[in-house]
Structures are given as structure tokens and as C-alpha cells.
């Protein structure tokens, strides 16, 4: 079992070294797939971590476009 802080440490990891794909427009698979892929899989990881944390995933700049 990993503690609070272990987890928030990995959070800030995985943010670190996903930055170049959290941040800027959202890409597609027909566009840019291999973005695409990274910007999954960074929000999944993510996702799971902040579910350990019982804490809702803030939505990234790539998520917020209208």
C-alpha cells in the first residue's frame, strides 16, 4: 500500500513528465495518433491515482477546449 505522499509525488511525476502532451489542443487519432495516445495514457494514469487518492482528476489544458 503506497502512502499520501507516494502517490501525490507520483501525480507530480507523471505531470512533469507529460507536460508537452497535457498541455496545448487535444489531438486525434487521425491528426496525430501518437499524441493521442500519450494524452490517454497520461489521463488514465492519472485518473487512477487520483481514485486512490478518493479525489476527482482536475480536467488539463487539452480538455478544456469548447
Known amino acids: 500500500m503506497k502512502t499520501e505522499k507516494e502517490i ?3 501525480i507530480k511525476e507523471v505531470e512533469k513528465s507529460n507536460d508537452h502532451v497535457l498541455k496545448g489542443s487535444m489531438a486525434t ?3 496525430n495518433a ?6 490517454l ?3 488514465a ?3 487512477g491515482l487520483y481514485f486512490a487518492l ?3 482528476r ?3 489544458e487539452h480538455e ?3
Open 45 to 47: 494514469t492519472l485518473s
Open 29 to 31: 487519432i487521425t491528426e
Open 54 to 56: 478518493g479525489e476527482p
Open 34 to 39: 501518437p499524441r493521442a495516445l500519450m494524452q
Open 8 to 10: 501525490r509525488d507520483k
Open 64 to 66: 478544456m477546449e469548447s
Open 58 to 60: 482536475p480536467k488539463y
Open 41 to 43: 495514457s497520461a489521463t
